[in-house]
């Protein structure tokens, strides 16, 4: 097969002269981190000129109370002074300590409540009572829950003042009368 090439043939294998070259890259680069800067040092004036601005005009403190000179640092020892709830300032060592002593409540014993008489007891401990004893979930054999019709009529009688003898129910015989 012969090949036909319109227009003019490339001899040459180099690169296209319409790329971008290395000047403009640099030259961005170079204002990128200029700009930057720039930037960094705007927000830092802006910064403490309204710092400068707020405390020249803070309002006047009384003398009743005590400030802090410097409220913007806060000492390791006056964080217990913050409302609860507090920011974390050691999440893993705070959850590990929590942990410890739920695992500690869980295995030991000790009062709940020592003037009910309520304690904790090892969960290990209480798993072996409860599969030596079992949960009372039925009523005991031989014993009738109460019912609210004979808890109604009980009262109702109980209740009773008129001195009249009320008639039997069915199928029941009255008092004192023989069949």
Known sequence: MTEHHHGKQKNDFG??????????????????????????YLIWGMFHFLDAY????????SPMVQYQQDTRTVAPGTITQFPEPRLETDERGEINDFRYREEETLNSYGWVDQNAGIVHIPI??????VAERG?????????????????????????????????????????????
């Open 15 to 40: 690169f296209e002269r319409e790329d971008l070259g290395a000047k403009p890259v640099y030259g961005f680069m170079i204002s990128l981190a200029v700009f930057g800067v720039l930037i960094y």
């Open 54 to 61: 707020e405390r020249k005009h803070q309002a006047g403190k």
């Open 124 to 129: 290990d401990r209480a798993m072996q009572l």
């Open 135 to 179: 949960l009372p979930t039925t009523p005991k054999a031989g014993t009738v829950p109460p019912s609210t019709v004979s808890m109604v009529n009980q009262a109702a009688a109980k209740a009773d003042t008129s001195g009249v003898q009320k008639s039997p129910a069915k199928g029941q015989p009255a008092k004192g009368k023989s069949q």
